[in-house]
């Protein structure tokens, strides 16, 4: 079956368990420390390995000494590139944009980066292993490093790859001509520094051979893409290679890509001839998991009196690895947000020696936004208009750059919900017009919008013959909720308790689902749980109505309905009988349902995306510069709103992060020597408590139905996308200083010398 047979809306008005705020089905686990995170698998005769990171940032290895660290007892093996095992690398396509930083490890003497991994310490017990690991002497031939954007910028090169899935130039109409149309101009920089994904659970894997089979304990967004990537490795079949990972302790996309220290854990264990154990240090997160690419943005906005956009140019750069190739999509949302005939994109790549970037919640979107959504605010002070009217100006009735019509947009609600619970209507237009006792106080906006990305993936649905269910799929719980949101899906078809459901994901020998990444996991999944959940009652169903003794003996299938873990008659709830009775007689342990949705990008008739309307208040002390959010309001459109309180949970913790992006977050490279300054938690700051108001969020009521068969658009990034702008022009509505240089830190608003 295809996705399209499964796309009756069974429960539109969102009745039921779907949609309910339901507590976290492994809430319980996690704050019983019952839930077991990739490092929490025990095995017998376990050793541990632990990984040497290069002290420079580019030239080569002469050589090592490792005789005072062989001399430590209870160690196993010394690997580096003179003793490696030959590791394969796996293929990864540039021309599509495919993820890079998959180059192989241990297999040259050359140093890249500065972390960079140059060898594996593996020993009986974690403190043996750290001892030896310090004890191991390198000798370099170093060379200066390219460790400066703005440097390196006369070698800036057009990526090789396509650019979120369109070239890295693209021209719609003509942005010379629209700019001479114009009467009203924005030409500005802005930039966003490196930032670091920083999940709480580091990065761990727990790596077991058994002759040539291999069981990989990982935290991972993607345990097929674990198997894919350690089976070509290692050059075994893919179905030798079995990936575990029930819960992922935060992950922001780092954890979507199968860094090297995956392998590194399996070599280790290969050559200990042990189950191995590696967990990777803080600091070492900051060197080989990507990070979110710095950007250098041109912005040129062109528009009427009206302030009707007559021209939009968004070009720049970002930086990737000397060895690979990721570009940070900053130009993505620019090609459809807004009504513009005439539009131009162009990204430039500048190579730096630092480990290669990567997806960071909505990579493109986030820091793209903060230059649109920042040049749009100041358009409008410059037009006189509201901000929020300059947006409805150009709102876009169709996709301005597929020409699709929308499959559901409900931006207009968003931006009316948004300032009727911000209270919008009480801002003074004028910058530095209000304060707050001694503070200034500043009223910002941006728009939000991240695209509808769905996966072919499989579930597998089993109902028990005690009447409960099973359901059964490779995807991940990143702390997002899936095995919640899962168990309300299967719930909502079965007609059955949530108690009743279980939910088992994160294993390779489980139905295939891709990367728990591009807010996919819940549409992509979900759709097939309900697609399995159907196929499996249409079994149970089938066994009723065929079976002489039952009370639905010789009933149609659509007269029979089931709920509360029974099937009756639609007509008659009094002749029916619970599952359990159904499958006893039968002689049957379970009924199994499978499916399989796959999505038909290739002829797509509507342009997907979710939307939203970002609102901060921030208060500005005149004196030191000091900003702080006191309120925010996000009103989002993500489809049909599957659980209430992780759906908000969803949308918090991106404006979390965005209000992290916008006044604090930005990790610093030493120019001279490569170094990551900042390169652990006391250093490179997020916020905390104290740093977040109250967040308003409100989620509004939405099935797309042309999104994913379960009407779901995608929740786990858009809520940061806008956050910063929306900050970002609170400080400017406070101040009267533009900050085009995120984060806002207060030298920089008293750099600028305005606010006394
Ligand atoms: Mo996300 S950055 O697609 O994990």
Redesign the pocket.
Known sequence: MSAKQNQRPASKQGSGVVGQPLNRVDGRLKVTGGARFAAEFPHDQMAYAVLIGSTIANGRIKGFDTSAAKRVPGVLAIITHENAPKLRPVATNPAEGDAAGRRVPLQSPVIYYHGQYIAVVVAETLEQTQQAAALVRVSYDEQPPAADMERERGKAYPPKGKVAGKPADTMRGNTDTGLAAANVRVDEIYRTPTEHHNPMEPHATIAVWDGDKLTIYDAT?YTYGVRHAMATTFGVPEENVRCICKFTGG???CK?TVWSHVSLAAAAARVARRPVKLVTTRQQMFSNMGHRAETEQHVVLGATRAGKLTAIVHEGLSHTSTFDEYVEPFSKATHMLYACDNFKASQRLVALNVGTPT?????GETSGMFALESALDELAYKLNLDPIQLRLVNYADTDPDTKLPWSTKLLKECYRTGAEHFGWARRKPAPRSMRDGRYLLGLGMATAVYPVNHFPSSARVRIQSDGSAIVESSTHDLGTGTYTVLTQIACETLGLPPERVEVIIGDTNLPKAM?????STVMSVGSSVQGAARAALAKLVETARADTRSPLYGASADQIVASDGRLALKSNDARGETYRDTLARAGMKEVEGSYDTEFNDKEKKFSSHAFGAQFAEVRVDPDFGEVRVTRFTGVFDIGRVMNMKTGQSQMKGGIIMGIGMALMEETVLDTNSGRLVNRDLAEYHVPVHADVPQLDVVLLENFDEHASPIGAKGA??IGIVGAAAAVANAVYHATGVRVRELPITLDKLLGKGALA
Do not use: L, N
Not at 359 to 363: F, G, L, T, V
Not at 515 to 519: A, K, L, P
């Open positions: 967004q992950a922001f996309g979507g997806y960071m919640r909505a990579p990367v728990s990444g591009g807010s786990g990034e």
